[in-house]
């Protein structure tokens, strides 16, 4: 499993485009990106995944650069409702041996 | 939308005592996880199960623990006799056939050994 590394915690302000960018340096070829939100008290919940490039849905984009060594993880407009630790993780999902571990995670803290 | 249900919500136990906490997955899934999260720590892995077998356990899941799928919707994990050390939330996950890193978790149950 390749390891993660991202920011221990971060400070936004309402409206603001919040990123966070995880490093991956040992990325494997078959590997996917991969992040999830966990709010206080409830389990975590898958936002995004891509490959390459960019991918964006409804909740959020995530950049991935040509090398994929890195990923981005952007919040368009934050509110308070987005204080939550985010989680980058990289695995092959094709994989059956590859578990789904969660590192520290990146502590958000929306300020009014 | 199709969800993770997990019950109790909350179990107070007695220390020595044994425990079971309960899931049902989403129904077309086919890889269900067990994580704990000691409060203020990060999501532990604890074990996976596909098949009807345990595919993989972390050092954590000793023989203390066990998981069962007793009749093919619900998904369950024992732990025998409980320490206080095991006063932790307990998320179980389901994913689908293709097995990929998108899983599903339940809200967790909030187990305290007092």
């Known amino acids: 499993l390749a390891k993660t590394t991202q920011p221990i915690s971060m400070d936004s302000y309402e409206g603001q485009e919040v990123n966070i960018t995880c490093s991956h340096n040992?990325?494997?070829?078959?590997?996917?990106i991969t992040w999830y939100q966990q709010f206080p008290s409830q389990g975590p919940r898958f936002i995004i995944q891509?490959?390459?490039t960019k991918v964006t849905n409804e909740v959020a984009s995530l950049f991935i650069p040509a090398d994929r060594k890195s990923s981005t993880l952007s919040l368009p407009r934050v509110s308070l409702s987005d204080t939550a630790v985010y989680y980058c993780?990289?695995?092959?999902?094709?994989?059956?041996?590859?578990?789904?571990?969660f590192g520290k995670g990146t502590r958000l803290h929306i300020l009014p | 939308e199709p969800e993770v249900t997990q019950t109790p919500s909350h179990q107070v136990t007695q220390m020595g005592q044994e425990v079971i906490l309960r899931c049902v997955p989403i129904s077309n899934h086919l890889y269900f996880y067990w994580y704990r999260q000691i409060l203020g720590q990060k999501v532990e892995f604890l074990v996976s199960f596909y098949n009807n077998e345990i595919s993989e356990k972390s050092e954590i899941f000793d023989d203390q623990f066990s998981v069962e799928r007793p009749d093919g919707s619900n998904f369950t994990l024992k732990i025998r006799s409980t320490k206080l050390e095991d006063s932790a939330m307990y998320f179980c996950a389901s994913a689908t056939a293709l097995r990929g890193t998108e899983a599903f978790f339940g809200q967790g149950t909030r187990l305290t050994v007092v």
């Open positions: 891509g490959y390459k």
């Open positions: 040992n990325i494997a070829t078959n590997d996917y």
């Open positions: 993780l990289v695995g092959d999902p094709m994989n059956r041996d590859d578990k789904i571990i």
